[in-house]
């Protein structure tokens, strides 16, 4: 993944912008007539293009069995509902919605998102998709509990897909029952908004509801189930399109292999539009860096260009998790979406004391074949094998397939080397210097995230003495000996020469550095503290993290503690490892 290749990294984006910015032009006029555009639920402008352009299932049970020949199965929410609550909504996602922040207020509302009453215009439909886990393919798999409430074209003209996780049984649920508990319904909404706050692609959380019932779970998988209040979550995203929509079709044979190609189209259609246009511009041939010389050609083939598109942004998107130390958890090919955006919040984390092969999924500790470190490599595994769903579907040829693996590795390296270049405020990326800093923090276990919101303290002087050097990190240097103090300082002195070649004042790479170091993240004990008290009925802890999530990086006064490190409790089981269970 190190290689280098002769293609122009800013090629493909910037044909992709150019076709984005005559859409925005285009628009532009009519903006100042959709700013103020607040809707009732019941003025929401469905559009289920989903559903119609698609082929679906002709029976609508909930019977779990194998729906073949089918990309949707129509489906009514059945979770169990008495007295619904709304524990928390984002005024963000609703913004882009158009809803009106009252309709919050409705009586009706807990009901209306918890399933149990219908929402007019909505189509009600779950998703049907396979997957590798843990690297084995594991076939059907599908929504088992999340149903999709139809598409909302908004005042721009953008797509939102809205979905209920927990509404009940569909026939994807297999031996589960559909349901979701108040515990990860928290985790779920609050890192959504979190990753969105922290400018990392992400599915958002309208809104959060109890349903008054309560489910049965055995969290550690030992035999001890226990009653939790059940929650419903309702999650936004412009497609919930994973890798393994297409794969379960390309698993089926033959006859279903043209699902896969009708499945593309509609993907290009409606989310990346710009491909369509590829061949009335100019010629976008690139040398694949093989011995060969061998040369693909996007414009000849959509699905080709389409392929390199998925795996830059996937790339891009593992590169912002590696920058700010979140670990997803469990990345099954079920798990990655076509948009590249960060999808199914389950045991994830945010490194505390930065250890490289930390996963916060207990049933991934055996191989940890998802931890920090494994993430770029697994993205690409993923993408691999995604290529090789659309080569079997003859829409893509192997040198195709192959460019776009290549593209991955390119673009992720690009991506991460500016990311961490910018997180130390240096003029620009030094291999050794980042490789020695995280071998440091990793013999230390240094906290994360508040190790980089130090270092914009370190002033680019390097007359300061050595008894000073280490002064403005002292937070976060804790209980180390001689032996490991020298090779801080030494770090620090190397760090420092790299500065003053930069030539911007102190102050100006404070600013800039604050700007991409959060002073706060979703830390797992923190998702525990809510959790605690939402569990004895107290909602205010999750909307004031809510609010906090939403200024990572802002420095907040008086609100210091939500950056503290984890306190003893936090690495308790169910805290700093978690399960699938939900």
């Known amino acids: 993944m190190d290689s280098t290749s002769p293609v122009s990294t800013a090629?493909?984006?910037?044909?992709?912008?150019?076709?984005?910015?005559?859409?925005?032009?285009?628009?532009?006029?009519?903006?100042?007539?959709?700013?103020?555009?607040?809707?009732?639920?019941?003025?929401?402008?469905?559009?289920?293009?989903?559903?119609?352009?698609?082929?679906?299932?002709?029976?609508?049970?909930?019977?779990?069995?194998?729906?073949?020949?089918?990309?949707?199965?129509?489906?009514?929410?059945?979770?169990?509902?008495?007295?619904?609550q709304l524990v928390s909504?984002?005024?963000?996602?609703?913004?882009?919605?158009?809803?009106?922040?009252?309709?919050?207020?409705?009586?009706?509302?807990?009901?209306?998102?918890?399933?149990?009453?219908?929402?007019?215009?909505?189509?009600?439909?779950?998703?049907c998709y396979g997957g590798h886990q843990f690297g084995t393919w594991a076939g059907q798999l599908g929504d088992g509990r999340a149903i999709t409430l139809g598409e909302i074209l908004n005042s721009k003209s953008e797509r939102w897909e809205l979905q209920l996780k927990g509404a009940g049984k569909t026939p994807y649920s297999r031996f589960a029952d559909g349901l979701a508990v108040l515990r990860s319904s928290i985790r779920e909404f609050l890192c959504s908004e979190a990753m969105h706050f922290l400018g990392i692609p992400t599915t958002r959380a309208l809104c959060l509801v109890t349903t008054g019932k309560y489910v049965t779970r055995d969290m550690f998988y030992d035999g001890n189930p226990k009653d939790e209040p059940g929650a419903i979550v309702c999650r936004v995203a412009q497609s919930f399109l994973r890798f393994g929509s297409f794969q379960i079709h390309a698993s089926?044979?033959?006859?279903?292999?043209?699902?896969?190609?009708?499945?593309?189209?509609?993907?290009?259609?409606?989310?990346?539009?710009?491909?369509?246009?590829?061949?009335?511009?100019?010629?976008?041939?690139?040398?694949?860096?093989?011995?060969?010389?061998?040369?693909?050609d996007l414009t000849s083939n959509k699905y080709a260009a389409w392929a390199v598109e998925v795996a830059e942004r996937t790339a891009s998107l593992i590169a912002s998790w590696q920058a700010v130390g979140f670990t997803h958890g469990v990345l099954n090919t079920d798990n990655m979406s076509i948009l590249g955006l960060t999808i199914d919040y389950g045991p994830f984390g945010f490194l505390d004391a930065f250890d490289p092969s930390y996963t916060p999924n207990m049933t991934d500790l055996p191989g940890r074949r998802y931890c920090f470190a494994n993430q770029p490599d697994i993205g690409v595994w993923n993408v691999a094998q995604f290529a090789t769903t659309l080569s079997t579907a003859q829409l893509i040829n192997d040198k195709e397939a192959n460019y776009a693996m290549e593209r991955y590795g390119t673009k992720f390296m690009d991506d991460y080397q500016a990311i961490m270049t910018r997180k130390l405020g240096l003029p620009k990326y030094n291999k050794q210097l980042i490789s020695k800093l995280l071998n440091n923090m990793a013999v230390d276990k240094v906290d994360y995230t508040n190790f980089f919101r130090s270092l914009s303290n370190i002033k680019a002087d390097p007359s300061i003495s050595e008894d000073e050097l280490l002064v403005p990190l002292k937070a976060v240097l804790l209980d180390i000996?001689?032996?490991?103090?020298?090779?801080?300082?030494?770090?620090?002195?190397?760090?420092?020469?790299?500065?003053?070649?930069?030539?911007?004042?102190?102050?100006?790479?404070?600013?800039?550095?604050?700007?991409?170091?959060?002073?706060?993240?979703?830390r797992n004990y923190l998702c525990q503290s809510a959790i605690d008290a939402a569990e004895l009925g107290d909602f205010g802890?999750?909307?004031?993290?809510?609010?906090?999530?939403?200024?990572p990086f802002d420095e907040q006064p008086g609100m210091e503690k939500y950056a503290r490190l984890p306190p003893a409790w936090a690495y308790r089981p169910g805290v700093c490892m978690l399960s699938c269970s939900s």
């Open 11 to 84: 090629s493909l984006e910037s044909l992709t912008n150019d076709f984005k910015n005559q859409s925005l032009e285009a628009d532009r006029s009519n903006d100042g007539d959709r700013e103020n555009v607040k809707l009732k639920l019941e003025d929401l402008n469905w559009d289920h293009s989903f559903v119609r352009e698609l082929p679906g299932d002709p029976q609508s049970d909930n019977i779990p069995r194998q729906v073949l020949h089918a990309c949707y199965t129509k489906v009514s929410p059945s979770a169990e509902v008495e007295n619904p």
């Open 89 to 127: 909504w984002s005024e963000s996602v609703a913004e882009f919605l158009d809803l009106d922040h009252k309709e919050f207020e409705r009586p009706d509302f807990p009901a209306l998102f918890s399933g149990s009453s219908p929402l007019v215009g909505a189509m009600l439909y779950a998703q």
């Open 252 to 296: 089926r044979g033959k006859e279903d292999l043209e699902i896969v190609r009708t499945l593309a189209d509609y993907a290009i259609r409606h989310h990346f539009p710009h491909l369509e246009n590829m061949s009335r511009s100019e010629s976008l041939s690139f040398s694949t860096g093989n011995q060969d010389h061998s040369v693909v």
């Open 481 to 522: 000996g001689k032996e490991r103090k020298e090779a801080w300082i030494s770090w620090v002195q190397s760090y420092i020469q790299g500065l003053v070649s930069g030539g911007i004042s102190d102050e100006q790479r404070k600013v800039a550095m604050d700007s991409v170091n959060p002073k706060y993240v979703l």
């Open 541 to 551: 802890e999750i909307r004031r993290m809510l609010k906090i999530m939403e200024r």
